[in-house]
């Protein structure tokens, strides 16, 4: 009887749980986080909730269980360890911040998060404060203070930099923001020895019995495994080489006036200082064609074609910018494009003059920005006039003239900004990537193979063997696409890219077509739900480019632990993903079959308990990356609220030990098919939608 009312007493607090921290989120983008913190997160209601799941749980599960394996024993143990370390912190742990500017008298006390005053047992000055650059550039890679401490009995120096901790007893010191004059640092302050340490603790054992659940015998996942090993292998899947594309109707109407290929590219290959760092001028006219038009060209023109058109021919450009309806949105679209267009065309953008002053430092300019005092005559005339005698070039229609002298800007820029400038290998790439970046197409390709492959898998009973090769051709020459330009990203940015959404769907996309790879020979039926799952990934990827532009990460950023837990995190996304849609094919195709139903949630399972797993470890990898980061594991952000919501949502699945109904291969199909809105929420809902602190992830 106990353990009844344990079981529906542990799991029921949890599904009170997932509803209450689902509707906090909802309540902080409309009421802002001190209601959510005070209402939820931090209420007793809430803290309540979560100690009586523990509680139960732990009852349910001992009194349930005579003989616990070691590495499913550990698993519920790490989760009783991290609540609790999560309790102490709550309870005991201190945060706060300090403001030190250089020059000031030590101080010995920080403000705590309720606005209160905390003594320090010691006193703290700022002896230095440096922001450092990415070379040639504006863009911050790290922003470092330099603290003097002292307790009476000693005195020491502390370093503390973005993803570099300074500690002193038992205190942690991050770097938080800084002054606009550069003369003073925001420290966040964090002391919790032993909320951190227990918490800790419960991740290790965590990630260790995760792993060593897969090699523990007589679980469920390996009697899935057997399971699934004895099936006969899937029907063969069709794939039909080709496509029907629609040719762009030719425009009736007069082309504007143009720059020859071969001048348009000279432009093209000087340097330009865009999106924070040096790229060819290839990159901006590729992004500004980009925004104007919804694709790299127009009307078979390359971008440095519409580009330098819109420079030297202003007036004969103007009638290719149409609006796109009378609509708020339309406008604001259509005023966005007029203000990009002046921009460019006011040489606004074009910051494409390196200067080097006395001290070695790079500065870019425009030719009609304001240029330093101390530039040189000849080099100030230079800047000043150089564009206006290609333009004059090119109203006399000397179009060599006119790159030849884009060609000498090319030569000044090599000559100022010498040590500053991208290798000529990143160079070489970033162009390559220019010409070969269209995700649009691999999208529109998966898409329309994976339904066609979807059909034929649900009403098919066999085919013939040269499909299924192609099948696995296609997907090798996707995987190669996508390794190729994400690798190209990856060489010229310097970092891994997994920084924006655009990257994040490529890489989505890129283990789906190698996990589909994997499994082609053991789980055919699974072709489909990866051209499905790999197309739609490439065209969130495609609308709008999702902020393509090749950045450099923000220092926050730059932390191996964060692309650690992005990977993470997409793996088991992209898991889910297939999850999802293998259920939707079983309830089409073994609609009123139960065997097949039970067979095809068995493919499922297998893919689900990797996918809850790395979801779990990815979840704490990013805890430990934010504590590292900001001095604390769990800030209650809306994306880390709807991680830990997914998670526990999909852990239900994995017990129906205790929760019969999931036995039920039709409910089970169904469950993970609406589960899945757990992750689209996640992932596109708190961006676009919810917000917060990992809105850019």
């Known amino acids: 009887m106990l353990e009844k009312f344990c079981k529906y007493l542990s799991f029921g607090s949890i599904a009170v749980l997932i509803l209450y921290m689902a509707a906090m989120t909802v309540l902080e983008k409309f009421s802002g986080t001190a209601a959510a913190m005070r209402w939820g997160y931090h209420s007793a209601f809430f803290i309540a909730l979560w100690a009586l799941a523990l509680v139960s749980g732990v009852v349910y599960y001992v ?15 790490s989760f009783v360890l991290i609540l609790s370390g999560a309790m102490i912190t709550h309870v005991c742990g201190e945060q706060g911040a300090v403001h030190l500017r250089l020059g000031d008298a030590p101080v010995s006390e920080y403000l705590t998060e309720d606005l209160q005053t905390a003594a320090f047992p010691f006193t703290l000055s700022l002896e230095d404060f440096e922001i450092e650059y990415y070379p040639g550039t504006y863009a911050p890679t790290d922003y470092v203070s330099t603290l003097a401490v002292n307790d009476g009995s000693s005195e020491q120096t502390l370093t503390v930099a973005m993803n570099r901790i300074g500690s002193w007893r038992g205190y942690r010191f991050y770097q938080s923001s800084y002054d606009e004059d550069a003369g003073g640092s925001t420290l966040a302050v964090s002391r919790d020895p032993a909320g951190v340490a227990v918490t800790y603790i419960g991740y290790a054992l965590l990630l260790l019995s995760l792993a060593g659940f897969f090699f523990q015998r007589n679980s469920r996942f390996r009697a899935v495994l057997r399971r699934v090993s004895k099936m006969v292998p899937a029907a063969a899947l069709l794939l039909v080489l080709g496509g029907f594309a629609m040719p762009e109707a030719e425009a009736k109407e007069a082309m504007p006036e143009i720059l020859p290929k071969e001048t348009a590219e000279a432009y093209g290959r000087m340097y330009v200082y865009y999106n924070d760092r040096v790229c060819p001028v290839q990159t901006l006219a590729r992004d500004f064609t980009m925004k104007l038009y919804g694709k790299p060209s127009y009307r078979g023109l390359t971008s440095e074609q ?16 149409e609006q796109g309806g009378s609509s708020k949105k339309a406008l604001k679209e259509f005023d966005e494009k007029r203000q990009l267009v002046m921009l460019v065309c006011g040489a606004t953008l074009l910051k494409i003059f390196p200067y080097a002053d006395a001290e070695g430092s790079v500065a870019w300019y425009a030719s009609t920005d304001r240029l330093p005092a101390e530039m040189d005559s000849d080099q100030w005339l230079f800047v000043r006039k150089v564009m206006s005698l290609a333009g004059e070039s090119i109203v006399k229609n000397d179009f060599q003239a006119a790159g030849g002298i884009f060609d000498k800007i090319a030569e000044y820029q090599k000559k100022i900004a010498a040590g500053s400038l991208p290798s000529d290998s990143r160079i070489a790439a970033e162009r390559l990537y220019n010409a070969v970046e269209h995700p649009k197409a ?13 059909v034929l898998n649900c009403f098919s009973s066999g085919l013939g063997r040269t499909l299924k090769i192609s099948v696995s051709v296609l997907a090798v020459l996707v995987l190669l696409y996508l390794s190729f330009v994400l690798g190209l990203r990856w060489h010229i940015s310097g970092h891994a890219p997994f920084s924006n959404g655009f990257e994040v769907m490529m890489l989505v996309s890129w283990l789906t077509m190698l996990l589909g790879l994997l499994v082609r020979r053991r789980f055919a039926m699974m072709q489909p739900l990866v051209f499905l799952l ?3 990934a490439l065209l969130v990827a495609s609308i709008g480019e999702s902020d393509p532009a090749i950045a450099y990460l923000t220092p926050v950023l730059s932390s191996p632990l964060l692309s650690l837990h992005v990977m993470t995190m997409m793996i088991s996304y992209t898991l889910l993903g297939l999850v999802m849609l293998n259920g939707v094919m079983a309830l089409v195709k073994y609609g009123r079959s139960e065997a097949g139903l039970a067979q095809a949630a068995d493919v499922s399972l297998l893919f689900l308990y990797p996918a809850v797993f790395f979801l779990a470890a990815g979840t704490f990898l990013g805890a430990v990356w934010a504590n590292v980061s900001w001095g604390r594991y769990w800030a209650w952000d809306p994306k880390e ?15 129906s030990g205790s929760l019969k109904k999931f036995s039920d291969p039709r409910f089970f199909h169904w469950f993970c098919i609406f589960a899945f809105i757990c992750v689209l929420v996640t992932y596109f809902g708190v961006n676009f939608f919810l917000g917060g602190l990992h809105s850019y992830a």
Request: aromatic share 16%; glycine share 8%.
């Open 306 to 321: 519409v580009l330098t058109g819109w420079i030297f021919h202003y007036d004969s450009w103007s009638e290719t910018l």
């Open 63 to 77: 009194r349930r269980t005579s003989c616990r394996p070691a590495a499913t024993a550990g698993i519920h143990a």
């Open 641 to 655: 609220v709807w991680a830990l919501i997914t998670l526990l949502v999909y852990a239900f699945a994995l017990h």
């Open 442 to 454: 691999a999208a529109i390709a998966c898409l329309a193979f994976g339904l066609l492959l979807f």
């Open 534 to 536: 790999g197309g739609f």
